[in-house]
């Protein structure tokens, strides 16, 4: 069997994933399946760093360094690796190809402001003309104009630009690149073009040319060097996939036909649809969706909602080490029906969760009364109300009759958050599977090796070798 290896990084840890195929070329659903294995686990987290939360790599790296060395001591060397992360994160490299500062954090608070304060140099129906992003504070855009304020001289040095995934993949291979639909979040690409709007950065001040042209998931291979070469051969190499982790998750997602909603659950709930073009309208505008790109330049056209970063808050500053079974139990047998909002900014990187939902809830005139595992019932409902919102503003964009929810992610191992968003939203709900952006990224690099012909015989195998739950509405 060929194997590949997906590695998966999100803000609070990683999965290396090796996936392969039974039946290589086979389409007999008695023996053809994707096999998955996971090979290693580790945890992500901020660290403090001159005052800003920013991601340390170097422990990111030895973490995948230490999955490969299992790799290596199971004498397993895959056909080839890939990496996907979040978006907006990025470094910036030197004319000596080192890195110029930290990897500052999106959470972190130098772009609270910037929304707003760069209205003055674009107007925001112009830049989404232009973009087609939400709005929504740490987009690279904000970021560099932060940085462009408090510490000119990083980007006056800069001579290379990397998202947080290119810059893995260079520390693996000595190769940059920028890979499209990681670069679609940084609101530096034009989203009818799909290239980097020089125009817009010019205006803006901002450096034109420290880029990559944008290159499409699967189609760059790139070789291994340094001991990770060691480790698993030569013949493996890097695919680089959709590096975005949703990009990912999107490819792995079976849907049924094209009046499914789309919705990756974890810390960040994305929610929306593939599109083959942007949507640009002010419409769109004013109901902050957003246009990301997708594999085989497509847009994925979705709204991010806050997600689960608000009940993980809860769980670890009110019940540390609770299973989240046991916590869902007992918010279920909560009688709180009150709801937030739970894409308010307040609740993006507070000091304390806790106090930010009570002190909203507060503000609704509901200071008394309201236990801890209340909070707990309210973020889970408060969710599903957001997805009922968003389906129904996603179907009067783009003009869809929406008739089921397909649920990707780990938090689609949620049994009671699946039957609140059916119950919420009016659809049927499918799940799974929940290491979807890690198979997703997988699929692309068999796409690549033509160990899979195509995404619709990537699907059925998908639906053949994963747990697809199924939510009936009512």
């Known amino acids: 069997m060929k194997h590949y290896l997906a590695i998966d990084i999100g803000a609070s840890g990683g999965v290396m994933l090796l996936v392969g195929r039974t039946a290589s070329g086979g389409d007999d659903p008695r023996t053809d399946r994707l096999v998955t ?9 901020y660290v403090s760093r001159g005052g800003h939360d920013c991601w340390d790599l170097e422990r990111l790296l030895a973490e995948i360094e230490t999955g490969l060395e ?98 893995l993949h260079y520390r693996l291979s000595g190769v940059m690149t920028n890979e499209y639909t990681n670069a679609s979040t940084t609101g530096f690409l034009n989203a009818r073009t799909r290239g980097w709007d020089r125009e817009l950065l010019e205006r803006l001040g901002l450096p034109t040319d420290i880029y990559c042209d944008p290159k499409a998931p699967g189609s760059q291979r790139l070789p291994l060097t340094g001991r990770a070469a060691r480790l698993l051969g030569s013949d493996s190499h890097i695919v680089v996939p959709a590096t975005h ?15 499914t909603v789309y919705l990756s659950s974890g810390t960040w709930s994305l929610i929306g649809d593939i599109l083959p073009e942007p949507v640009l309208t002010e419409a769109a505008m004013r109901a902050n969706y957003t246009n990301e790109g997708g594999y085989g330049g497509t847009i994925r056209f979705l709204k991010n909602i806050m997600g689960l970063w608000l009940a993980q808050s809860l769980r670890r500053e009110l019940f540390p080490g609770m299973p989240w079974d046991d916590l869902e139990v007992r918010a279920k047998a909560s009688r709180c029906d009150l709801l937030i909002d739970v894409n308010d900014t307040r609740f993006l990187a507070p000091a304390s969760m806790t106090e930010a939902v009570r002190g909203c809830l507060a503000e609704q005139g509901h200071a008394e009364g309201i236990t801890d595992i209340d909070l707990v019932r309210i973020v889970y409902r408060s969710l599903a109300h957001s997805y009922r919102a968003a389906v129904e503003e996603l179907a009067s964009l783009t003009g869809k009759d929406y008739h089921a929810i397909h649920i990707t992610g780990g938090g689609c191992r949620s049994d009671w958050l699946n039957r609140l968003c059916a119950e919420a939203t009016g659809l049927e709900v499918h799940t799974g599977p929940a290491e979807g952006s890690a198979i997703g990224n997988a699929i692309v690099q068999m796409l690549a090796d033509g160990e899979i012909r195509d995404l619709a015989e990537a699907h059925a195998l998908v639906r053949r070798s994963e747990t697809i739950g199924c939510y009936p509405v009512g």
């Open 245 to 259: 982790d949703t990009g990912s998750a999107y490819v792995a997602l079976p849907a049924r036909d094209e009046r």
């Open 37 to 45: 294995e996971p090979i290693y686990r580790f945890d992500n987290g």
């Open 70 to 167: 299992e790799l290596a001591r199971r004498g397993i060397s895959p056909v080839s690796l890939g990496i996907d992360t979040w978006g907006v994160d990025f470094v910036l490299l030197d004319e000596r190809q080192q890195i110029i500062g930290d990897a500052v954090a999106y959470r972190d608070h130098r772009t609270d402001d910037w929304p707003e304060r760069l209205a003055d140099y674009v107007p925001d129906a112009e830049l989404y003309r232009v973009n087609g992003l939400q709005r929504i504070n740490f987009n690279t855009i904000y970021q560099f104009m932060a940085l462009a304020q408090t510490d000119p001289d990083q980007l006056e040095r800069a001579r290379h630009f990397l998202m947080l995934p290119d810059y």
